[in-house]
């Protein structure tokens, strides 16, 4: 996010500095897939990179449809592009390419990067932000913008964390048909499963609890990918492989507040959501360029002020908020393991794809944000 922003803003008359924990060219977390909404498409159009990245035949992979639906229960809604008038509802981009082609194009302007830098903390007066490197040395900058949520520590902002005891384990899954660009979206009784095409595979998330997560990395392939067609039922049933398994703890992790004089959080600084419905990497892109646009908008004495940053709190609170719901209400109401709750949960899917307003609003939230 830190990269998109200074991307936004490389044209405005303001001395830009950016600080990467990362060495030139490399990856903080290695590589992995990033499900990018059509509003983010659009962002990085405007940033200039998406068509470095579409030219890469490896890089991008279009989601043209969305099928949802729940497991031990009736029920599906199927969103498709067409409906919509859209090239695609989303894409899977690698997170690697993506890095590469903004570091390519920010070095095609007068942003200064410093790689290697480790960031401990930000520490705000009226007049300065001061940003602590691990190295003992201290930036100062009328604006400080915190996009990572790994590294510094904001005077003043506290970090709530909620640990939804569940596991995500990923992996790359071979289907013995292909993908035809459709994504699968599975409610289980432990928690969503979600297969995203990408390239010539499927791009698996499985949530379980963190007892069966562990299990899962253990079994033998062919019981991995039986248990997977277990899950989808009559949805998807042609798994034939997988490899690449790894996995992760899941929580909600968000700052309060999200700005405070002299700096701004944008980005995993700002929100770690749930992966369900793949709104986090939007929402923080979303966080980017409206800061952008409030920066290159703002006079450049009054960058980083009271009411510079008031006026961008006010710009992004509808939009975080209810993303925040967004998702962590998504993963209450599928992830509770309650028979009588399947009706209701059936009904509302079967509604949503029955009442084309209703899913209109639904397929909005999902490419633009709630």
């Known amino acids: ?17 950016a600080l990467d924990a990362r060495a030139s060219g490399d990856t903080l977390r290695g590589d992995r897939s990033l499900a990018i909404s059509h509003g983010g498409r659009l962002i990085l159009e405007r940033l200039g990179v998406w068509r470095t990245l579409a030219a890469r035949c490896d890089a991008v992979t279009p989601i043209t449809t ?23 509802l989303g894409y899977v981009v690698s997170y690697r390419a993506l890095t590469q082609a903004l570091d390519a194009a920010l070095a095609r302007t007068r942003t200064v990067v410093r790689y290697g830098v480790d960031v401990r903390a930000v520490r705000t007066t009226p007049e300065c932000a001061h940003v602590e490197t691990g190295a003992g040395g201290t930036v100062r900058a009328q604006l400080a913008v915190v996009a990572d949520g790994a590294g510094a520590v904001v005077q003043g902002v506290r970090r709530t964390r909620r640990d939804y005891a569940q596991t995500a384990v990923v992996a790359k ?20 499963v979600a297969l995203l095409p990408e390239g010539d595979h499927y791009g698996l ?23 997977l067609a277990r899950v989808f039922g009559a949805r998807r049933d042609d798994f034939v492989g997988a ?52 920066i ?16 961008y709190v006010a710009r992004r609170s ?16 599928f992830a509770a393991d309650r028979a009588w709750l399947r009706w209701p949960r ?21 490419l633009f944000g709630p």
Not at 296 to 311: D, K, M, Q
Request: proline fraction near 6%; charge should be negative; hydrophobic fraction near 50%.
């Open 296 to 311: 290159n908008a703002a006079p450049p004495a009054t960058l980083g002020s009271h009411a510079f940053i008031a006026r």
């Open 1 to 17: 996010m830190g990269a998109a922003l200074a991307l936004a803003i490389a044209d405005a008359d303001l001395d830009v500095v």
């Open 318 to 333: 509808a939009d975080r908020n209810l993303g925040l719901t967004f998702t962590d209400g998504l993963v209450r109401l």
């Open 66 to 88: 969305i099928d949802v639906s729940q497991a031990g229960g009736f029920g599906v809604t199927t969103l498709a592009a067409d409906e919509y008038g859209l090239p695609a």
């Open 346 to 366: 059936g009904i509302g899917l079967a509604l949503l794809d029955a009442l084309p307003p209703a899913k209109r609003i639904f397929t909005r939230a999902m």
């Open 243 to 294: 490899v690449d398994r790894r996995s992760f703890p899941l929580a909600l992790e968000y700052a309060q507040p999200t700005a405070v004089q002299r700096c701004a959080l944008v980005g995993n600084a700002a929100q770690a959501l749930h992966p369900i419905a793949g709104q986090g990497f939007n929402l923080g892109l979303r966080d980017a360029y409206t800061l952008a646009q409030a």
């Open 205 to 227: 998330i499985w949530t379980l609890p963190p007892d069966t997560a562990a299990q899962a990395l253990t079994w033998p392939e062919a019981t991995f990918i039986a248990e």
């Open 173 to 192: 899954v071979a289907t013995r048909q292909g993908h035809g660009n459709v994504a699968y979206e599975r409610f289980t009784a432990s928690g969503p």
